[in-house]
């Protein structure tokens, strides 16, 4: 469940918005109906008063999106800088892109692609090296204006991606390659500065792997990733940015299957996910 504070939230389909501890749920309302609004029109939509209900117990929580891109920036951290350094054939591209005016944003995944809080992530059928990318996601509506927060995992393998940097769409594009949730806090409650991001992988019910970091380690500021994101493209309603990861595992770890991957971010909350191997082609 989110933190305290206001948050939206995808619940047995619906849409609910949670302030503190009590719950109300968007009638006629959908993730893609609200990110076509202004910011102004957005907060005075959430402001209304609605009644207070309770969800079921149990309730299914959905990835927080509608139809929605999902875009990622790179090497806005400097451990990314030196995780993908270390993977390359050739270190060169990263190095300059750290330094330079222009970000690296990529193309991440379509809303199929996406999975929610206790939801399964793939690791591809065809790759070695694979890691979960804790990241903030930065939720932008048509007009890319900011509207809220949440938590991302770009799943990614290193090994394709070491490869070769023109492999990155194979090494981040996929079934399943993408987790956001477990809500999205709204930008107007929420900063995003000095916020503690926290990564657990579990095997066999034993913690493998922890580790943390801030988002005050990014390189990069919000607002310049956005522009550049926005750059001779619109979003008709809205997208989400992932904001880049500082917390890369080390060269001799790789996800497994029965893996299960938990990502704190402060003030947002908690998405977990179990790891599956993706099938493969037969599969379809």
Known sequence: MPAAGRHLVQLDGATYMKKDGTWSRLDGSTIDSLLRLPQDELSRLLEEK????????????????GSQEVWAAGVTYRRSLEARTDEAVSSDPYDRVYAAARPELFFKATANRVRGHGEAIFIRSDSTWDVPEPELAVVCNSRMQVVG??????????????????????????????ALGPAIALAWDYSPSDRAIELDISRDAALVYRNSTSTSAMRREIPELVAYLGRDQRFDAGCFLLTGTGIVPPSDFTLQEGDVVTIRIDGIGQLTNPVKRHPGADSY
């Open 50 to 65: 609605r009644p207070e209900i309770q969800p079921r117990d149990g309730a299914d929580i959905g990835a927080p999106i």
């Open 149 to 178: 927060y949440t938590i991302g995992n770009d799943v990614s393998s290193r090994s394709i991606e070491g490869e070769n940097p023109l492999y990155v769409p194979q090494a981040k594009v996929f079934d399943g390659s993408c």
